[in-house]
C-alpha cells in the first residue's frame, strides 16, 4: 500500500469545505491514517515550499498557508500517490477537470484548496515533516475486500 500526504489549504478552512474534501476521499475508498489540524510555520514553509522560495509568488503563498489553520491527514491505498492527485485535480483551479476538488470548487492557481503530495518529490518524506511515527494509525478497514480483489493486495 502506498501513503500520501493531503494538506486542506486555509481556503478549504474559511470556505467551510472540510467535510467536502475529506468525504470525497473517503468515499472513494482512501484510508486515512492520520487527521490532524495544524498551523504551517515559517520552516515548514520553506522546507515545503523551498522550490519556489525564490518565486514572486511565494510570499503570497507564505501568508495564505499561515492566515488560518490546516488539516494534515495521510491517506492510505494501493497507488494512492496518483489516485490522490486525480482526485485533487490541476493546480489552476480554472482550468482543472469537473469532477475533482479543484475543478468543482475553486478558481485560483494559488488559493487552490489542497496540497497533495507529488510522487517526484518524495511523498514520505513529505509525511514525516508534517507527523510522527505515533500519529499515524494501522488498523483494519472492514470493507477492505470490497474496495480491491484479492489479487490487487498481494
Ligand atoms: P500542486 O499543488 O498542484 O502540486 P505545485 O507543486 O506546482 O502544484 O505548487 C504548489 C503550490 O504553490 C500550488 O498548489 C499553489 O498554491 C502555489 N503555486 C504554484 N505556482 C503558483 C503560481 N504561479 N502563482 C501562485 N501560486 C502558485
Known amino acids: 500500500m502506498e501513503r500520501t500526504l493531503v494538506l486542506i489549504k486555509p481556503d478549504g478552512l474559511q470556505r467551510n469545505l472540510i467535510g467536502e474534501i475529506i468525504g470525497r476521499f473517503e468515499r ?3 484510508k486515512i491514517i492520520g ?6 510555520d515559517d ?6 515550499y523551498g ?6 509568488f511565494f510570499k503570497h503563498l507564505k ?14 491505498g494501493v497507488e494512492a500517490v496518483s489516485a ?10 480554472r482550468e482543472a477537470d469537473a469532477g475533482t476538488i479543484r475543478g468543482d470548487l475553486a478558481m485560483s492557481m494559488q488559493t487552490n484548496l489542497v496540497h497533495i503530495s507529488d510522487p517526484e518529490e ?23 475486500n470490497f474496495l ?5 493486495l498481494r
Open 84 to 93: 490522490v492527485r486525480l482526485i485533487a485535480g490541476a493546480t489552476k483551479g
Open 43 to 48: 520552516l515548514k514553509i520553506e522546507e515545503h
Open 148 to 152: 480491491y480483489s484479492p489479487d490487487e
Open 28 to 30: 472513494k475508498g482512501l
Open 35 to 40: 487527521l490532524k489540524m495544524i498551523s504551517v
Open 51 to 56: 522550490k519556489y522560495m525564490d518565486k514572486p
Open 122 to 144: 518524495d511523498p514520505e518524506a513529505e509525511i514525516k515533516l508534517f507527523f510522527q511515527n505515533k500519529e499515524l494509525f494501522d488498523y483494519e478497514r472492514v470493507d477492505l
Open 63 to 76: 501568508r495564505f498557508m499561515q492566515s488560518a489553520p490546516v488539516i494534515a491527514m495521510v491517506l492510505e
